[in-house]
């Protein structure tokens, strides 16, 4: 199984970082951020893109680590131009 990770700094002093994890199919969109406890970081997921039946869908974890579809938000072909640019 391939795990790709990617950064964006939103600052300088790096106070919070976007954080994409690329595995088979699925895109996880996370913050880093610091933790209350000083000099610790924490990573909290924000979303979920998967890739199923030639089509990007939406998903959203709730506060048992269970991602959920959001049906809200509908299925598309084209990732790079489709949420993207939403």
């Given at each position: 199984?391939n795990?790709i990770k990617?950064?964006?700094?939103?600052s300088s002093?790096?106070?919070?970082?976007v954080?994409?994890?690329?595995?088979?199919?699925?895109d996880?969109l996370?913050q880093?951020?610091p933790?209350?406890?000083?000099?610790?970081?924490?990573e909290?997921?924000?979303?979920?893109?998967r890739?199923?039946?030639?089509?990007?869908?939406v998903?959203?974890?709730?506060s048992?680590?269970k991602?959920?579809f959001?049906?809200?938000?509908k299925?598309?072909?084209?990732?790079?131009?489709?949420?993207?640019?939403?």
């Open positions: 199984m795990l990617i950064e964006d700094t939103c002093q790096a106070e919070l970082k954080i994409y994890k690329f595995r088979g199919n699925t996880t996370s880093d951020r933790s209350f406890i000083p000099g610790r970081r924490v909290l997921p924000i979303a979920q893109f890739y199923d039946e030639n089509k990007w869908k998903y959203w974890k709730d048992k680590d991602w959920h959001v049906e809200d938000i299925p598309i072909e084209d990732f790079e131009f489709g949420y993207m640019w939403m």
